[in-house]
């Protein structure tokens, strides 16, 4: 995981993206690449036609959101002596590139996304249909790359003890895929399955076999939720241990049927307090 792209937008949620984007880095020594992430032209226009703006007006005010994203994320690195990364060779510490020519609109994360081995952001806002959310959506949709979700408040450690949340679906499993570089270095992983929302596939100790195959000591954990959702459980379980991280695929449900009725992609984005690998 050397290449990490961060979507940067200036708002007080960046801090913890950054850091944890920055422990990502520290652990694999990569290159964290950011870009201003902001509604395209015609989007903030929509936002309120009567509002009377000029095409001038909102560009201007694209060209000012753009400058403070690149603002904030310079800072950063300067902050934690992060160097700019000077040419295409293999970095020897971790290093930063910033990308100008970003077009407006939160489609750009996912496409552009598809050449990075992550793509961190900071966790959505309460609201579903809320423009952080559609960046979600458009990283874990469009990319084909792991997503990984930063909590509100900047984690200390990445990767350390690790919580894999197994339901036997493919989304699971192509999560867990991608987080294989992190499960190598981690010090615990542990494999939990919560009874009566798995779907038809292997169980938590078979992948822990596999994990173990490849030189991951896993130990499998099944838990019955009692009058606990599964999300819930799963974040409990999550604190009881001391986790720095979950790896859970995102969406086994459809998203409109997690909207209306809930689900536990759904409940880990709102309520986790640590860092979520995710993957669809």
């Known amino acids: ?11 007080s949620a960046m801090q913890s993206a950054l850091d944890t984007a920055l422990l990502l880095a520290r652990k694999f020594v990569g290159c964290i690449e950011g870009f201003a992430l902001r509604p395209a032209v015609a989007d903030m226009v929509a936002m309120d036609p009567d509002a009377g703006l000029t095409m001038i007006a909102v560009k201007e ?37 910033w990308l100008d020519a970003a077009p407006s609109g939160h489609d750009f994360v996912g496409s552009y996304g598809r050449v990075f081995d992550a793509i961190v952001l900071a966790r959505p806002g309460e609201e579903w249909q809320s423009p952080s959310m559609v960046t979600l959506e ?27 949340a197994w339901n036997a679906s493919t989304e699971q499993g192509r999560a867990t895929a991608f987080a294989m570089p992190l499960l190598r270095l981690a010090e615990r992983v542990t494999v939990v399955t919560v ?20 030189g991951i000591a896993a130990e499998p954990i099944t838990l019955a939720a009692g ?52 993957a669809h």
């Open 195 to 214: 009874e009566g929302v798995t779907v038809a596939g292997p169980t938590g100790a078979e992948m822990a076999r596999t994990l173990k195959i490849n």
């Open 227 to 278: 009058k606990r959702t599964a999300g819930e459980t799963i974040l409990a379980k999550a604190d009881e241990l001391g986790c720095d991280l979950i790896v859970k695929g995102a969406y086994t449900q459809s998203r409109l049927r997690q909207m209306i009725f809930g689900g536990t992609t759904r409940h880990i984005l709102a309520h986790a307090k640590l860092p979520v690998l995710m």
């Open 1 to 11: 995981m050397k290449s990490i792209l961060v979507p940067t937008e200036h708002n």
């Open 61 to 97: 005010n694209d060209a000012q959101m753009v400058r403070q994203a690149a603002d904030l994320f310079r800072s950063f690195m300067e902050h934690h002596n992060v160097v700019q990364r000077a040419d295409e060779t293999p970095a020897t510490s971790p290093c930063w590139a």
């Open 138 to 164: 458009s990283a874990l949709f469009e990319s084909g790359r792991p997503v990984v979700i930063a909590p509100p408040d900047s984690p200390r450690s990445l990767g350390r003890n690790v919580l894999i």
